[in-house]
Structure formats: C-alpha cells, structure tokens
C-alpha cells in the first residue's frame, strides 16, 4: 500500500475495496462450499446478536447461553477472524490452509472453555487449575495472532508487552519505577481468562451488549443505500460553492461517521467520489487527502456511535448513554464547523473555481443546511408528543398503533422515493460533473432517516437501552432492506417484483454478513484490550503511570496535559477506534484526574475520557501510522506522509479542544441551564472560528502576523472567560480548616467546599495531595453534614487532621490509597469557599470587540486594495 502512495499513483476500485476489507473485513474471501460455509458462520453470528439484544431474547435462548454472551461473542471474532485474515501477505486468499482450521476451532473452542466448564470453575471459586491456566495461555496466544491479524501488529505487541510485564515485573531489569511483586502462570490466567477482570471484562461486554447491533445497524444502512445518499445530498448542497467538493466531503463523512465505526472506511466510502473532485478544482493530492482525513477522522468523535467508545464510556465513567453523546455533541460540531471553514479559506485563498453554473447565495445554502438538520433535530424530539397521546388513550395497544404509523410513513415515503429515478453512483472523473438537484434527489432516500429516528428516539426521549434502541431501529431496516425493491417496483407499476424481493433477500443476507465481517476486527480489539485491562487492575500500573507522567512534567498541570495527550498519540498508534480508546483511557484516564486533584483541578471524569479519546483518535493522522492518511493517500495517488502532517494541520482544532473543555467544562455541557448551554454553543462557534482563521493566515484577507497572533488570543479569550475573571476576582475564598464544620453548615443546600488534604501514600509513604469537593446536603448542621459524607477531622496541635472515610461513602473509594494509620497522619492543608464574583460571561465582550477591531483593520485593507485595483 505505502508503495504506490509514496510513488504517488493512486489505486484502483477493486485495491481500494481490497485495502478497506484487508484493514475492517478480513480480505480473504474463499469460494465454493468453504465460502458458502463462512457466510452462513457470519449470518448465525448477526442474528444471534440480534436475537441477544431483543426483548424476547429471555424465551428463545437458553439462560446458560445469555450468561456467557460474551464467550459466544469472543468464539465467533476468533473463528471468523482466522477464516477471513491471512496470515502474511504472501498467503493464499482464495482458500484456507490447514493450520488456520485448526486455530480457528482451537480458538472458538477455547473462548467458549468457561462455558463448558462452568460448574468446575465454579467450585474452583473462580481460580484456575493445571488444566485452565494452559488453555488459557492457550487462548492468549490465539487471541494475539487473531489480533495481529485483523488489527495489524501493534495491538498485539502493545498486549504481548503488558503480558510479559505482569510476569517479570519482579525483575530487576526493570526499572524500580515500574517494579512490582510479579504473578504466577496461574494467577495470572485466573486474572486474564478464567474471571471477567481480563479478556471477558467490561469492553467485551460492551461490544457484545452494544456495539455489534450499530455496526450491523451501520452496515444494512449502507447496503440500503444511505450512503449514497448522504454524499449526494452533500455534493448537491454544497457542490456549486468556492471548494464545494471538499465542503461536500466534510459533510458527507459527517453523516457518515454518525453510523460508521472505522475511520478508514469513511475515507474510502466518501474519498473515492470527493478527492477527484477536490483535485478538480484545485486542491492538491495531499491537500484533498488531507480534507477526507480530518473530516473523517471526525466521525468517530460525532454521537451517537463514536467509534463505539461511547458505549464504553458509559460503562467506565459510570453516567448514562444520554449524557455521554449530550457532553460528546457541542465539541464534535463545532469542530465540524471549523473543518468547512478551513476548506472554505483554502478554496478563497487559492481563487478556486467552482462547478457547475448554479448561482445560491452562501448565506442561503447555511440556512438551509441549519433548517435541514434543525428540522431533523425537532422531529426526532417532536414525535414524542403524539406518542404520548397515543399511549395514554390507547396504553395496552399503543405499540401496534405507533409500529403501523411507522410502516404507513414509511410506504408514504417509498411512494414518494418511487416518483423519481433510483440513485446510482456519479463518476468523478467524468469530463462534465452535473451537481445533483437537491430539490429533485431528495425525496429519493427520506425513508432513510426512518431507521434514524426510531434509533434517536428510543435512545434519547424513552432512554432504553442501547441494545434495545439498534434492535428496533435495525428491525426496521430488516423491513426496508427485504421490501424497498419489491414495494417501489409496485408503485412504479413494474412487474419484477418477485426478483426484486429475492434481489431484498439477497440485499439483506449480505448486510448480516457484512455486518458481522466488519465486527471482527471490534471484537478482537475489545479482547484483546481487556489484557491491557487486567494488566492495570492486577498491577497497579496506573499509579505508576501517574508517578512517571508527574516526574516528567516536574508538576505543571498544561505540560502534563501535553504529555498525556503525546502518550495517547503514541499508545493510539495503528490501532482501530475502540481499541485505542480502551487502551488511553485504561493508562492515562487515573492519571489527569490524579494528577488534577493534586494540582487543585477537579475535572468532571467524562471530561477526561473525552480528552483522552481525542488524542487517541488522532493517531488515525499522524504519520508515521496513521492509517486514515495512508488510506487518503491511496485515493488521491498523493504521498502519505505529507498527507498525514496537512491532516494534522487541518486537526488543529480537534487537538485544542480537549485542552480548552478540561479547563472550561461549561463546552461540555456539565452544569449548564438551557439558555447558558445557547449561549456557550454561540459562543464557542465563534471561538472556533476565530482560531481557525488565525491558524490559517487569513480572515476576510490575508492576515499580518500579529493579526493572525491577535484571532489565537481573541479565541482563547472566548473559550476561557474564567482565566481572566480569576485574575479580576478571585474565584475561592480561604476557610481555616477548623472551621470547615462551620462553614458547610452554613452553606446552602448543594453550596460546595473545596478542601485539599495530603497524606502518606498506603504502597510508597510518601506524602501526596488531593483535592475534595464537599457538598453541602439536607441535614440541619455542619456536623450532620460531614457525619452523612462519612467525613471526621480532629484538630491537634494547629493541624485539622482526617479520620478515614466510613465505608460504603464516595470519600472511602477517593481516599482508598491513604494510610490513615501510619506515623504520619492525613491533614486538610486548605479549605476554600466560593466566592462572589462577577458573571464570566462579561469576559465575552471586550473578546467582541477585539475581534470587531481585527474585522475592520482587514476590512479597511481590503477596501483599499479594490480602490487601487480599480485606478
């Protein structure tokens, strides 16, 4: 692949869709019987998903086979991954070889081991035996090679090097830093196999509980022709503006990362139509890469799937799916936002031509694009007026009244679709491009966004489940793919419509097929990522980790920051979505929240995920690994490398966000009212903006270097009014610590004290600080109010010293790792109060009017050169 994108000679389709199934599905496909064998395989595997996450799962599968999903789940990633991934490049790929038989049952059988000797492990409480910690040595080493395999190899060296450390971590080569006891082949596998702390842990969970359902949803979507779809409703939006073809491709891949979990088939799916576009009107190869790149990496940071991780955050961060993608949702917009600006100031600074002869004002095509996705916003939230109505009526038959409203839309819609001609694929290379007429494409897939809604909103207005909202969101696209052919061809008044049922059937058996392909790959990941788990839960590491980070960065809080966000670049390197998250978030999540607490930054826990999931994703980018740039480059024929560092550059924002929300969370939507929510989207809008066109040079012209220097500084006014507000009034008043008591019993309900408290560390000694948040609660007095925290302090000699926290109260986990009974004791070291301060927000309006003073400097500037222009 690097060959010819370093040569520059862009490749061919069927490589393209080669280098997309060797990278998401497995690019061996056998034929014959064998072939017809490993379709069925994966056809039982989707609906076996499908079946688990319905709500009648409880009558139609067995307890047993319920209980041990995951190893059902895990067996069919193991066999299905040998079966569809060679293992070298020179290996066949039209039939499978002995050795791969043999490891794919090995695997399967291996991964349903706890299944088969559940009764026995059982009894053993849990613990392996002889027997056990040699399959499951067994089962780790498949694991890995199934993970090299689908994954490339640098999960399943990251995995082998964690592996190593939880057995020679006793060794004294290694570095005291990093040293611990050590564990035996025994406890060890009990840890990563036998128990659900390891490989069966919380992200296998995920993929099998969650994932699986919106990749198939994802797929059969695709196979129904939403993608299409979204790129022609993108291309004939936006095509006919200065750089339409690259704005085209930003949105297009918008929408297609709301349901796609592989940033390196967003590229391929979008790129292969936009990049000869963008090249058409003057983008260069790398340039065009660069655009898909950034607009498709983005995807896997836009709700409802991001890349799955938001599945897995709700598990690791413990808040609901709801408010996941609401924190997610401000950050991913906006930096969506800047993305079409920067492609819009790139097409104004090269005078690029535009295509097609269609005249709509800018202004206008905005508006509509915001009235699109508003009036797509308000019908996802409006439907559940008359639900409402329905169910309180009628609330015994409410779901077959509300199930026939839904296929009566839908056949209302497919009549409406069947008015126009079917969409089929436009050619970029054609010498004449014809700009879709949205007005005539768009009633020909809104039938599409049926499968949205009903996914939306059982999702976001009755809060089911995840699982449960992709089932009947995915039913319904079992409806649309089995009878969309068959129902057109009747309302267009054909007569093929017996081979266009069987074409639906065919339609829909490949979308489950494909559905469980791309789900490999996620599936291996999520194991595989579990040893990375364990390892931190059995050793400790994460505290180590901590320690490292603290030394390197000698206690300053942004440069720890900063080498946070490097260490999850590099540990992100060459690994998919789910899996770098899982990886970032297990090693580096502990280490900005312990080291903020030391440094007296509280930051909200989703906030820190998020920070680390960014900068994971951007391994996607960032030569020399980044697979997304390697897979633009392979497109637009342009060179790799140069592709991944313009991406980089166009990514800007995407890496100053996280660095901007864990200092302002108000961007995350934490503890917002509505109208301050309005307020911050506005806000950080602008924000964004601003500092995209300082970083590109040009806002209404070409910007002089201190003007350039003077948008950074106006957008770091915008999204951190807070800084300079604290250095206006200060933000915390002291308390003494032996008023504390006092002090919260006389605060209001839900007032707060910030209180630091340092201590002995239980494993080293050494003394450590941590910030704590006391809130006040419902109880008469100070007293009653630390007794319901579970909090006592003594006061001896001037110091306030901490009793330990009562167990079972939030303040025993958080002070879980300090010695309360050593020679030395745990003591408040400050204790602060809110203080009265001025509304941040007043901060906005000299940011304003700075910006109001760049605006007219270049709007003089400009106005001067068209005098002299025109004289």
């Not at 979204?230 to 939006?237: D, L, Q």
Request: with cysteine; aromatic share 10%.
């Amino acid at each position: 692949m690097s060959d010819k994108n370093v040569t520059g000679q862009a490749l061919s389709e069927d490589e393209l869709q080669e280098l997309v199934a060797s990278s998401d599905a497995g690019s061996r496909n056998p034929i014959g019987p064998v072939g017809t064998f490993l379709a069925a395989v994966a056809l039982i595997w989707s609906i076996f998903q499908v079946v688990l996450a319905s709500p009648i799962s409880n009558y139609v599968l067995p307890g047993d086979l319920i209980n041990n999903s995951r190893q059902f789940h895990l067996a069919f990633a193991l066999f299905l991954a040998y079966m569809a991934y060679p293992a070298l490049k020179s290996s066949p790929r039209h039939h499978i070889p002995l050795l791969d038989w043999i490891l794919a049952t090995s695997g399967a059988f291996i991964a349903l081991y706890g299944f088969f000797m559940y009764e026995k492990i059982v009894n053993n409480g849990g613990l392996a035996d002889d027997l056990d910690k040699w399959v499951a040595l067994a089962g780790l080493l498949i694991l890995f090679e199934a993970a090299r395999r689908s994954l490339g190899p640098a999960m399943a060296i990251i995995a082998t090097i964690f592996l190593v450390y939880v057995f020679f971590g006793s060794s004294e080569i290694m570095p005291e830093v990093i040293r611990w006891k050590g564990a035996s082949l025994k406890k060890a596998m009990s840890h990563m196999w036998i128990t659900s702390e390891g490989v069966f842990g919380i992200a296998l969970g995920v993929s099998t509980k969650f994932v699986f359902l919106f990749v198939l949803f994802g797929a059969l979507l695709d196979k129904a022709g939403a993608g299409n779809y979204f790129i022609k409703m993108a291309f004939g939006a936006l095509g006919h503006l200065k750089g339409g073809p690259a704005k085209a491709a930003v949105v297009g891949s918008a929408a297609t990362g709301l349901i796609s979990g592989s940033s390196i088939a967003n590229v391929v799916t979008t790129g292969t139509f936009t990049i000869p576009l963008m090249k058409r009107v003057g983008f260069s190869s790398e340039q065009a890469g660069a655009v898909e790149v950034a607009s498709s990496v983005n995807g896997q940071i836009m709700p409802p799937v991001m890349g799955a991780a938001a599945f897995l955050m709700v598990e690791y961060v413990g808040i609901s799916y709801v408010e996941v993608i609401t924190h997610a949702f401000l950050p991913a917009i906006i930096s969506y936002i800047a993305l079409v600006y920067i492609v819009h100031l790139e097409a104004v600074k090269r005078n690029m031509p535009v295509i097609g002869d269609k005249v709509v004002s800018t202004m206008r095509t905005v508006l509509g694009m915001l009235g699109f996705f508003a009036g797509f916003a308000a019908l996802c939230y409006g439907v559940k007026y008359p639900i409402g109505w329905i169910v309180s009526l009628v609330p015994n038959g409410a779901s077959w009244i509300l199930a026939v409203l839904v296929v009566v839309s839908y056949l209302a819609l497919l009549k409406l679709a069947a008015s126009g001609e079917d969409l089929h694929p436009d050619d970029p290379n054609a010498k004449e491009v014809v700009l879709p007429e949205v007005a005539e494409i768009y009633k020909s897939g809104l039938y599409y966004l049926l499968p949205i809604v009903v996914l939306v909103y059982f999702l976001m207005i009755e809060q089911k489940s995840p699982g449960l909202s992709a089932f009947w969101a995915t039913s319904l696209l079992f409806v649309i793919l089995l009878t969309q052919r068959p129902m057109k061809a009747i309302f267009r008044g054909e007569s093929e419509t017996v081979s266009a049922f069987k074409q639906g059937v065919y339609d829909l058996g490949v979308g489950l097929i494909d559905g469980a392909r791309n789900m490999i790959g996620i599936g291996l990941a999520t194991a595989t990522a579990g040893v990375i788990v364990g390892t931190v839960t059995l050793t400790g590491i994460g505290q180590v980790m901590a320690d490292l980070v603290e030394l390197l960065s000698g206690g300053n809080l942004v440069l720890m920051l900063i080498f946070v966000g490097m260490l999850s670049l590099v540990l992100g390197m060459g690994l998919p979505t789910t899996a770098n998250y899982i990886v970032v978030s297990s090693l580096m999540a502990g280490v900005v929240v312990a080291l903020g607490e030391q440094s007296g930054l509280v930051v909200p826990l989703i906030a820190v995920h998020l920070f680390v999931f960014y900068f994971g994703i951007m391994a996607d980018v960032t030569p020399p690994v980044g697979l997304a740039s390697f897979a633009a480059a392979a497109v637009s024929g342009g060179d790799a490398i140069k592709t991944g560092f313009i991406g980089f550059f166009y990514s800007l924002r995407t890496v100053a966000l996280p660095f901007v929300f864990i200092f302002n969370t108000d961007l995350l939507l934490i503890n917002v009212t509505w109208y301050q929510g309005i307020l911050v989207a506005i806000i950080a809008t602008i924000a964004i903006l601003v500092f995209t066109a300082g970083t590109m040079g040009h806002f209404i012209t070409k910007s002089r270097l201190y003007e350039s220097a003077l948008l950074v500084f106006i957008s770091f006014v915008l999204f951190r009014p807070d800084y300079f507000m604290n250095r206006i009034q200060p933000p915390f008043e002291m308390v003494e610590p032996a008023q504390i008591a006092k002090v919260i019993g006389d605060l209001p309900e839900g007032g707060e004290i910030r209180m630091k408290v340092a201590g002995p560390d239980f494993d080293t000694g050494e003394i450590k600080d941590k910030t704590l948040i006391l809130v006040a609660g419902g109880e008469k007095d100070g007293e009653s109010r630390l007794t319901a925290m579970g909090l006592a302090f003594l006061e001896e000699d001037g110091v306030v010293k901490m009793d330990e926290p009562f167990p079972g109260t939030p303040f025993f986990d958080k002070m879980g790792t300090y010695d309360f009974y050593g020679d030395d004791p745990v003591f408040v070291k400050t204790a602060q109060v809110k203080a009265d301060q001025l509304p941040k927000e007043l901060i906005f309006i000299p940011g304003l009017l700075l910006l109001g003073l760049v605006y007219m400097m270049q709007r003089i500037r400009v106005g001067r050169q068209e005098e002299e222009a025109t004289t």
